[in-house]
């Protein structure tokens, strides 16, 4: 099995990634609550993970089946290893905040499946340093942010409404959320996973168009009028 952790040699390669991840997470984005709460769960997730894998890795390369990222014996460690963590995280929330794991679900065990997070580890996997847990901080702020985005866009298209559900993290804050437009005429369907895509698709499509304005156009001249050829059809 080749390693997985090419993908992130390759341009776009995080963006491709964040939203692979938010494929298993796109009804989590129903509002700004819950979109926080699984987004600094993951985030914690991932840095707790590669802060373990920092002191292990090392340790582990050193046996011939485990030096490859993605053998299946490296796949399984870095499997139970966020398993555990992902469980650990679910019984500290269940004690602490019990509404919290009742209103998420499914959503927050499924942080284990999560794309950014797998991908992530295998590279840590290889190299096991510093950087890694600086890499983690940042990719894990644009998942919590790109959900987060997610989630205000959706409430705002189907209520009117944004940052609904904030008690979820802090009992003192609002459940519901702040009215952007009075009287506004509910749309259903951003409430529901597949106006989730929809506004995922339309995220997207902004930010490409970003990008391609910001591309520069190459310059193309027309060659001079005394160096173009004519052909008649005569031989002379």
Not at 112 to 137: C, F, P, R
Not at 140 to 164: D, N, P, Q, Y
Not at 198 to 226: C, F, G, H, Y
Request: glycine share 6%; net charge positive; with cysteine.
């Amino acid at each position: 099995m080749k390693p997985l952790t090419h993908l992130f040699n390759s341009s776009g390669s995080v963006s491709s990634l964040v939203v692979l991840s938010l494929a298993s997470l796109i009804a989590a984005s129903s509002s700004s609550g819950l979109a926080l709460l699984i987004g600094l769960s993951s985030w914690a997730v991932l840095l707790i993970c590669t802060a373990v894998l920092c002191l292990v890795a090392p340790m582990l390369r050193k046996e011939p089946l485990l030096l490859d990222a993605g053998s299946a014996f490296t796949l399984s460690i870095v499997a139970a290893l966020l398993a555990t963590v992902v469980t650990i995280l679910s019984v500290t929330l269940q004690l602490l905040r019990y509404e919290a794991i009742v209103f998420a679900g499914l959503w927050l065990p499924l942080i284990a499946s999560n794309a950014l997070i797998y991908m992530h580890l295998l590279g840590t996997w290889e190299q096991a340093d510093a950087a890694a847990i600086k890499v983690a901080l940042w990719r894990g702020a644009l998942f919590c942010s790109v959900l987060l985005g997610l989630a205000v866009m959706r409430e705002l298209l189907g209520t009117g409404v944004v940052l609904s559900n904030l008690h979820l993290l802090n009992p003192a804050w609002s459940a519901s959320g702040i009215v952007i437009i009075n009287d506004y005429p509910r749309l259903k369907l951003f409430a529901m996973s597949s106006g989730g895509l929809l506004v995922t698709a339309m995220m997207l499509a902004l930010i490409n168009w970003i990008k391609s304005q910001q591309t520069p156009v190459s310059d193309r001249r027309t060659p001079a009028e005394d160096k173009r050829v004519r052909v008649t059809g005569r031989i002379r």
